[in-house]
C-alpha cells in the first residue's frame, strides 16, 4: 500500500502558474511510475495529462505539453507538476498516481494502470 498526499492547489489567474507536490511514504518510491490526472468539474471520468516512469522518461497530453513539467526527487518521495500559463480549462481536481514498476507503452496516461491514488488537490484559474 502506498499512501499518496498531494498538495499545492489553489486559485490563479488566466495565464499564472502553480507547482503541484504528491508526498508517498513509500521508502522504495523509485522503483513506481507516477503520473498526474485531472477531473474537471461536470466530468466523470479522469484525464492522465503527464506521467514519469522509473527511469525518468515523461509522457504529457497534448493538452498540457509545453505548459505542464512532471518531475520527481527520488529522495524526497516526492511527485512535482510544474503548471505554467494556465488556462480556465485547466480548471479541475488534480490527482496523483502511483504503479509498481513501468508502465507499458502507449498506457502511460491510462488510469487503469495505476493502483494507488492520492485523495486530489483542487486547481481553479479564473479568466
Known amino acids: 500500500q502506498v499512501n499518496l498526499v498531494e498538495s499545492g492547489g489553489g486559485s490563479v489567474q488566466s495565464g499564472g502558474s502553480l507547482t503541484l507536490s504528491c508526498a508517498a511514504d513509500?521508502?522504495?518510491?523509485?522503483?513506481?511510475?507516477m503520473a498526474w490526472f485531472r477531473q474537471a468539474p461536470g466530468n466523470e471520468g479522469r484525464e492522465g495529462i503527464a506521467?514519469?516512469?522509473?527511469?525518468?522518461?515523461?509522457t504529457y497530453a497534448p493538452s498540457v505539453k509545453g505548459r505542464f513539467t512532471i518531475g520527481r526527487d527520488n529522495a524526497k518521495n516526492t511527485l512535482y507538476l510544474q503548471m505554467n500559463a494556465l488556462k480556465p480549462e485547466d480548471t479541475a481536481i488534480y490527482y496523483c498516481?502511483?504503479?509498481?514498476?513501468?508502465?507499458?507503452?502507449?498506457?502511460?496516461?491510462?488510469?487503469?494502470?495505476?493502483?494507488?491514488w492520492g485523495r486530489g488537490t483542487e486547481v481553479t484559474v479564473s479568466s
Open positions: 498516481a502511483a504503479k509498481r514498476g513501468p508502465v507499458p507503452w502507449p498506457y502511460e496516461l491510462g488510469w487503469k494502470e495505476y493502483a494507488f
Open positions: 513509500e521508502t522504495t518510491y523509485n522503483r513506481y511510475s
Open positions: 506521467s514519469i516512469n522509473t527511469g525518468d522518461g515523461t
